[in-house]
């Protein structure tokens, strides 16, 4: 889908990675599919919106790097079914919604969270800044 192409480019770009080659996948699934992998990975019970999964983050050895090939930065996984609720009840286009879905998928990827007030709050403000380029008027 080229509106993901855009939104991971464009969280790349503002944050200073444009250059070089990435990987990310991306997953538009259904509320029961994201059900079962939040239950698996997070321990949650019940559907989500956005799902990341970083190959970059924590601990073990280093990932393989490999000359001309591109930085595989992690999964991101979205419920269709959930976007569309949410844009729903927040007066949102569906395509607006997904973006902003996007755009927190991919700030995890790069090492963002909101496990605490502070990250939280820093993540929150990239957000709001990626999310107003993405909604502004194109030239």
Known sequence: MRLAEEVVALCLESE?????????????????????????YRG??????????????GEGPEPFEAEGMPELLGDIVISLDTARAQAQSAGKTFREEVGFLLIHGTLHLLGYDHDTALKEAVMWERQDEILREYLSPKT
């Open 16 to 40: 200073g990675r444009a250059d070089g080659e990435w990987e990310v996948s991306v997953v538009f699934a259904s509320d029961e599919f994201i059900a079962r992998l939040n239950k698996e």
């Open 44 to 57: 949650i019970d019940g559907p989500t919106d956005v799902l990341s999964f970083a190959l970059l983050e």
